[in-house]
């Protein structure tokens, strides 16, 4: 089966609004600087220098040549392409392109081939450099010829990550359509690549040890390992995503879409964690199903990670991040001693430039910019608008130019115009996925049936608007241990905990944490220990933080609770962790109201709480 929705690319996609300030945000942050500041990314082997080799620099460029090409920015265009040019200027003769150093090629990991690979053609699509599919050509022809020779071994993460280079492999099919050997490397790579069914039965109890097959990241990019892969091989799609994902949520969920892995599979609890590099890379794979399948269940999940999970988890000015973040998390400081994590430092819930270790620090740059270029997609009949967040799309439809707009501010508001400018009439088009959420629908003002999509068409000469609102309300849901999180539509909320941060500044191992990329150690100040009393909830419409989209100060959407103290009590040997479950759920005072944040603002909070039994 063909893709359902093929991706635009960003010489269609123009970000707008909130989503092009928090790229901006983004470039002016971390990822923006991370050539100028991180050894590993600015010394790195890839360019000639002599750090990391391996898988530090192909996903920085992830994400920061598609927040380059997305913002149109010639600093940020330049120093990705002086990148790529080095890379490319250093691919061997028999086409092997990774600074193997030392490391003879039978025992380099593999996995860096696949993702350089996937990430030239990440580059490939926002620039049309000429140079790239040859380069993928003579790169996957050394690969498949050293993979029948014994040349390379598969292991480790190349034997886990078998399907990664297929994003690069699918248009080399396109491009290549007569070279028989791209399919028999396709069958070679997933026969040596991992089966994920021998090891579902792992994932239902923390193994409180380090494995690949419990490995959060790997579990977060195997969800699309089908989907990516079934139309080079030959097989039928059979939806093995759904599969995989709903075990994984049934027994390691987290309320924002992922599942706990710090850094492997933990649980149900609300005070494990879970990886930054987990979080983008399941952006990644629902927005690969979604576009495969058409199923908008995996664009609600796409949503749900998106504009929760991701934003949580990074400072407000993107220099910062954590390699965990966790729902019931109330203090970000180390932990003394050994920390409760199964396979994690005692510092990877700090903010900071690379607490626990630096894979998230180069990784986390693709959650926006592929978001971005997810928003809308291409389908038979037009166009289709997959997730909601403002741009501008510019493209063509049967000769005829044509363009798209949306101005919106959700998830933050629920109202959304749509112009569409034609320069003659069209036969285009625009669709709309409509998310299960939504109860009352308008178009124009008027009040519209409920459906999976808003189909219109019909487009004359001229500039056509529409407008859409969504109607939907706040909810508590029912989390394990009879806990319970407020939702509004794709919004989790949390009891924010006010904090104090300290500022963290040294060299460790020739690394130098400096400000504004230092650690940040935030103390949580406030009453974290509360209970719903009630399950009625009320949304506030704010002003908000300008040119913050996820303000942790002054969020422009929040809702009106009702708590009381309960006693909750510390994890045992904790001074800084909660426990996982109150001691008792009795309300210790009368209801207060108070204000929950979205869960993305709330650096420190509670998200799942139990509700209270009431005095007498
Ligand atoms: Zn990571």
């Given at each position: 089966?063909?893709?359902?929705?093929?991706?635009?690319?960003?010489?269609?996609?123009s970000p707008r609004g909130w989503i092009k300030r928090q790229l901006e945000i983004q470039a002016e942050g971390?990822c923006g600087?991370?050539?100028?500041?991180?050894?590993?990314?600015?010394?790195?082997?890839?360019?000639?220098?002599?750090?990391?080799?391996?898988?530090?620099?192909?996903?920085?460029?992830?994400?920061?040549?598609?927040l380059?090409?997305l913002l149109d920015d010639?600093?940020?265009?330049?120093?990705?392409?002086?990148?790529?040019?080095?890379?490319?200027?250093?691919?061997?003769?028999?086409?092997?392109?990774?600074?193997?150093?030392?490391?003879?090629?039978?025992?380099?990991?593999?996995?860096?081939?696949?993702?350089?690979?996937?990430?030239?053609?990440?580059?490939?699509?926002?620039?049309?450099?000429?140079?790239?599919?040859?380069?993928?050509?003579?790169?996957?022809?050394?690969?498949?010829?050293?993979?029948?020779?014994?040349?390379?071994?598969?292991?480790?993460?190349?034997?886990?990550?078998?399907?990664?280079?297929?994003?690069?492999?699918?248009?080399?099919?396109?491009?290549?359509?007569?070279?028989?050997?791209?399919?028999?490397?396709?069958?070679?790579?997933?026969?040596?690549?991992?089966?994920?069914?021998?090891?579902?039965?792992?994932?239902?109890?923390?193994?409180?040890?380090?494995?690949?097959?419990?490995?959060?990241?790997?579990?977060?990019?195997?969800?699309?390992?089908?989907?990516?892969?079934?139309?080079?091989?030959?097989?039928?799609?059979?939806?093995?995503?759904?599969?995989?994902?709903?075990?994984?949520?049934?027994?390691?969920?987290?309320?924002?879409?992922?599942?706990?892995?710090?850094?492997?599979?933990?649980?149900?609890?609300?005070?494990?964690?879970?990886?930054?590099?987990?979080?983008?890379?399941?952006?990644?794979?629902?927005?690969?199903?979604?576009?495969?399948?058409?199923?908008?269940?995996?664009?609600?999940?796409?949503?749900?990670?998106?504009f929760?999970?991701l934003p949580?988890?990074i400072?407000d000015d993107m220099?910062?991040?954590?390699?965990?973040?966790?729902?019931?998390?109330?203090?970000?400081?180390?932990?003394?001693?050994?920390?409760?994590?199964?396979?994690?430092?005692?510092?990877?819930?700090?903010?900071?430039?690379?607490?626990?270790?630096?894979?998230?620090?180069?990784?986390?740059?693709?959650g926006w910019p592929?978001l971005a270029?997810?928003s809308?997609?291409?389908?038979?009949?037009?166009?289709?608008?997959?997730?909601?967040v403002p741009v501008s799309?510019?493209?063509?439809?049967?000769?005829?130019?044509?363009?798209?707009?949306?101005d919106t501010a959700y998830p933050f508001r629920?109202?959304?115009?749509?112009?569409?400018?034609?320069?003659?009439?069209?036969?285009?088009?625009?669709?709309?996925?409509?998310?299960?959420?939504?109860?009352?629908?308008?178009?124009?003002?008027?009040?519209?049936?409920?459906?999976?999509?808003?189909?219109?068409?019909?487009?004359?000469?001229?500039?056509?608007?529409?407008?859409?609102?969504?109607?939907?309300?706040?909810?508590?849901?029912?989390?394990?241990?009879?806990?319970?999180?407020?939702?509004?539509?794709?919004?989790?909320?949390?009891?924010?905990?006010?904090?104090?941060?300290?500022?963290?500044?040294?060299?460790?191992?020739?690394?130098?944490?400096?400000?504004?990329?230092?650690?940040?150690?935030?103390?949580?100040?406030?009453?974290?220990?509360?209970?719903?009393?009630?399950?009625?909830?009320?949304?506030?419409?704010?002003d908000g933080e300008d040119g913050i989209p996820f303000s942790?100060?002054a969020p422009s959407?929040?809702?009106?609770?009702?708590?009381?103290?309960?006693?909750?009590?510390?994890?045992?040997?904790?001074?800084?962790?909660?426990?996982?479950?109150?001691?008792?759920?009795?309300?210790?005072?009368?209801?207060?109201?108070?204000?929950?944040?979205?869960?993305g603002c709330?650096?420190?909070?509670?998200?799942?709480?139990?509700?209270?039994?009431?005095?007498?």
């Amino acid at each position: 089966m063909a893709s359902v929705y093929q991706f635009l690319t960003s010489k269609e996609i123009s970000p707008r609004g909130w989503i092009k300030r928090q790229l901006e945000i983004q470039a002016e942050g971390l990822c923006g600087n991370l050539d100028k500041v991180w050894p590993d990314v600015r010394d790195s082997q890839w360019i000639g220098g002599d750090r990391e080799g391996w898988e530090r620099v192909p996903y920085w460029l992830d994400g920061f040549i598609p927040l380059a090409y997305l913002l149109d920015d010639e600093d940020l265009k330049a120093r990705a392409q002086r990148y790529v040019d080095h890379i490319l200027a250093f691919q061997e003769a028999d086409g092997w392109i990774c600074p193997n150093g030392d490391t003879p090629r039978a025992e380099y990991d593999i996995w860096a081939v696949h993702l350089i690979a996937k990430v030239l053609t990440v580059y490939y699509d926002c620039t049309r450099d000429e140079r790239i599919p040859e380069v993928l050509y003579r790169i996957w022809k050394n690969f498949y010829e050293l993979l029948i020779t014994d040349g390379i071994t598969v292991r480790k993460w190349g034997q886990f990550r078998w399907f990664e280079g297929f994003i690069a492999l699918i248009r080399l099919k396109e491009w290549y359509s007569d070279e028989a050997w791209i399919g028999d490397l396709a069958k070679r790579l997933k026969e040596t690549g991992t089966n994920y069914d021998e090891y579902m039965e792992s994932w239902k109890t923390p193994l409180h040890k380090w494995t690949l097959y419990t490995h959060v990241v790997n579990m977060a990019m195997m969800l699309k390992s089908e989907a990516v892969s079934c139309d080079l091989l030959g097989e039928a799609y059979t939806d093995l995503a759904e599969r995989y994902y709903s075990l994984l949520m049934k027994y390691n969920g987290m309320p924002t879409g992922c599942f706990t892995g710090d850094e492997c599979l933990s649980g149900l609890s609300p005070i494990q964690g879970t990886e930054l590099c987990g979080v983008v890379e399941l952006m990644y794979s629902f927005e690969w199903l979604y576009a495969h399948t058409g199923d908008k269940k995996w664009a609600e999940r796409l949503e749900t990670v998106a504009f929760n999970a991701l934003p949580a988890t990074i400072s407000d000015d993107m220099w910062a991040h954590q390699y965990d973040q966790m729902s019931n998390q109330i203090d970000c400081n180390p932990m003394r001693g050994n920390p409760h994590f199964n396979t994690n430092n005692k510092d990877s819930h700090v903010f900071g430039l690379e607490p626990n270790y630096g894979c998230c620090t180069s990784n986390f740059g693709q959650g926006w910019p592929k978001l971005a270029l997810s928003s809308f997609m291409r389908t038979r009949d037009g166009l289709l608008c997959a997730v909601p967040v403002p741009v501008s799309v510019s493209t063509e439809w049967k000769g005829v130019p044509v363009q798209v707009t949306l101005d919106t501010a959700y998830p933050f508001r629920n109202s959304f115009t749509y112009r569409v400018k034609a320069e003659k009439k069209t036969g285009m088009k625009l669709r709309i996925r409509i998310p299960s959420f939504v109860k009352e629908l308008t178009v124009n003002g008027e009040r519209v049936s409920k459906r999976n999509q808003l189909v219109f068409g019909g487009f004359e000469a001229g500039e056509t608007v529409i407008t859409v609102g969504y109607g939907f309300e706040a909810k508590l849901e029912a989390r394990p241990y009879q806990l319970y999180t407020a939702r509004y539509g794709s919004l989790l909320f949390a009891l924010p905990i006010s904090y104090e941060v300290k500022m963290k500044e040294y060299v460790r191992e020739g690394v130098e944490r400096k400000a504004p990329y230092c650690d940040y150690y935030y103390k949580g100040t406030s009453d974290w220990n509360y209970g719903y009393a009630s399950r009625t909830l009320t949304v506030e419409e704010r002003d908000g933080e300008d040119g913050i989209p996820f303000s942790s100060h002054a969020p422009s959407l929040v809702l009106h609770a009702e708590l009381s103290h309960i006693d909750w009590g510390l994890l045992e040997r904790f001074e800084n962790v909660c426990a996982k479950v109150p001691r008792s759920r009795r309300a210790l005072d009368g209801p207060q109201p108070m204000v929950l944040y979205p869960y993305g603002c709330a650096k420190l909070r509670m998200t799942e709480l139990p509700i209270v039994k009431k005095n007498g």
